[in-house]
């Protein structure tokens, strides 16, 4: 965690039986002059963990619809990667048609070169194209579902009493921790940014889910 007054790391120190965090004032004088609790930190990290958090039922819901988008992204690429071998089988008939030209003595040796590695470098970038839909075809549906899962497994992460846990999953919720005036910011990565934002106005309380 940073200061964000100063830049500086957030250190932790013990006084009178408690531990709490403040600014390493390392560059200097700062302004956040501010300490806070370790309890109340704690809290303020299952805070943010939990504003990415949906329940089973929204989960459910979600995964339909992601599956919905994928049959309908699969039936485009498919549809899409059957006209472009149509045109690959195109540059391969006009390249045939060409040769008998050459041969039939219908053409002189520049233009065939001319034309023949002109539709040799159409058919490559319409091959290349073939490999890039299929490569992505459906590709975005597993790390969608993985997003949905940790947004679910957010509420326990909240929850559970494993402080190695929850700094695991801040690393994969966000980046760019700060301290100010003795509170935590967050800066959600995408798409995570999203579902805080929607989920901002759920009021955290261990015990349940709202």
């Known amino acids: 965690i940073i200061c964000s007054s100063c830049g500086c790391s957030i250190t932790a120190e013990k006084q009178k039986g408690h531990v709490y ?46 599956d919905e988008l994928w049959q309908e992204d699969s039936k485009a690429s498919v549809s899409l990667s059957d006209q472009i071998r149509d045109k690959v089988k195109e540059c391969d008939v006009k390249i045939e048609r060409l ?32 490999g890039q839909i299929e490569k992505q075809s459906g590709g975005w549906l597993e790390p969608a579902i993985e997003l949905v899962n940790n947004c679910v497994e957010a509420g326990s992460v909240a929850r559970r009493e494993i402080l190695t846990e929850k700094k695991d999953f801040l690393k994969i919720l966000g980046s760019n921790l700060t301290l100010k005036d003795a509170t935590l910011y967050v800066t959600y990565r995408k798409p995570y940014d999203l579902i ?13 889910d709202s």
């Open 99 to 130: 040769i008998d030209l050459y041969i039939n003595r219908e053409l002189s040796q520049e233009e065939y070169t001319k034309k023949k590695a002109k539709l040799l470098n159409d058919k490559k970038d319409f091959e290349a194209q073939l």
């Open 21 to 66: 965090y403040r600014c390493t004032k390392k560059k200097g004088p700062c302004q956040n002059k501010k300490f806070l609790r370790e309890e109340a930190l704690r809290d303020q990290v299952d805070k943010a963990i939990f504003k990415v958090h949906i329940d089973d039922e929204t989960r459910g819901k979600m995964v339909d619809r992601l």
């Open 196 to 208: 805080a934002k929607s989920q901002g106005s759920k009021n955290w309380r261990r015990g349940g």
